[in-house]
Every structure is written in C-alpha cells, then in structure tokens.
C-alpha cells in the first residue's frame, strides 16, 4: 500500500502545509507545522482532516538543542496524556561527520522500527521492523536493498559455522520505504506493514520530521 504527501510551501521554500493522501488519491489528512510560526520555533504539527477539524498533533519534547536524540510524540484525538505513538530522531557523531541522514526509531504499540536515509541511494530511506534488535546497531550498516541482502547472507554463512545466536541487527524484516520522486508528490511512502497502513499520521509525521531536518 502507498501514501502520498504534497508538500506545500511560501515562496522562500519554509512548507506551511502537507496534504497527506491515500492510494486513490483521496486527501486524508492536512498536516500543518504550526510550531515554526511561534516566537521560538519548535517541530510542532497539527493533523486535521479535510474539513480542517483537528485531529491529532506530533508533539516535540523539550529537550535542549544540542541533544543528539530528539523525541517526539504523536497523539490522537483529544487525549493529551497518552501518546499513540513515539518518534526519535538519531544522529551521532559519526553520522554528523559523514554527512549521513539522521535515522528515526519508531515505537507504535508493540512495534519497533527504524527508518534508514541514503543521500544517494536508489532508495531515500528505508523502512525495517526491529525483532528484539537495537536501533543504533542497525544504522551502522550499509543502507539499501542489495547492502541488506549482503549482510544477511554473510551473516547466515557465519551463523552456520559458529552456531552462535544472531546478532540483534539481524532480527529485522524491511517492511516500507520512503521515495521522493522526481515529479508529482513530494514523497511517496510504501509498507507492507499493517500496524503502519493503519497508522498513517505516524508515517506522515516520520515523513515530514525527515523533511524538516533537511531543510533545517
């Protein structure tokens, strides 16, 4: 299944507005960085649906600036108090001085994910599912379908001389990817997943967190 975000922005290229759309090309949500407008700018965006009722917000946490991790929450409705969902935003200082993309990890119920970015891959960045592995562990190898397929391979190969038990970046399954097309939508997001299908203002959040970091 894929998504589609329209990006929507003041003639200075700031977005005021991402209008998140479902495969048949239905508006399903109007997402709105409200936070850049105020006196001291946060990440904060409001959902709305198409008639322009609120409907959830992505809730940056206060943390100082210099932080590596950024945390973020998503909520629903009108709860304030229990997050549906919890986005991270990771960078270290290898990444900082590689000029790699920062990597996200996603916690949605039961489920961990992380989101890996490539400035130059086929791919922008890459969807996988966490089986009992760690984040940071996964980020450290290469990004990209046939650098995955490699890594799985020689691990395996590996695994069956020694007999040891795998290590946690090898527990974990690609299950989406985000795409930024050369026409058309700003960013075309495709899972598989269905706890993600089924939570579509989180991967438009993840998706327009990775859009604020790049024009941050």
């Not at 239905?26 to 609120?54: C, I, K, M, Q, S």
């Amino acid at each position: 299944m894929s998504y589609a975000i329209h990006k929507q922005t003041y003639s200075g290229g700031r977005a005021y507005r991402y209008r998140v759309l479902d495969e048949g090309g239905n508006v399903r949500y109007l997402a709105e960085p409200t936070g850049l407008l105020r006196p001291t700018p946060t990440r904060l965006v409001e959902f709305f649906d198409p008639d322009h009722n609120r409907v959830g917000r992505l809730q940056p946490s206060e943390e100082a600036w210099w932080r590596h991790t950024k945390r973020y929450q998503v909520f629903m409705g009108d709860d304030t108090e229990q997050p549906y969902a919890e986005i991270r935003e990771c960078v270290r200082l290898v990444d900082l001085l590689l000029l790699r993309l920062p990597y996200y990890e996603v916690q949605l119920g039961r489920y961990d994910y992380v989101a890996l970015g490539s400035r130059y891959g086929g791919r922008f960045y890459e969807i996988f599912r966490l089986h009992g592995g760690m984040a940071e562990e996964v980020a450290e190898e290469p990004v990209g379908e046939v650098g995955v397929n490699k890594a799985v391979e020689q691990s395996q190969e590996t695994r069956a001389q020694s007999k040891r038990a795998p290590h946690p970046s090898e527990t974990r399954s690609r299950v989406g990817q985000i795409q930024r097309p050369p026409s058309g939508p700003s960013y075309v997001i495709e899972t598989d997943a269905a706890p993600l299908r089924q939570a579509l203002t989180v991967l438009a959040a993840l998706v327009i967190l990775i859009d604020l970091a790049l024009t941050a």
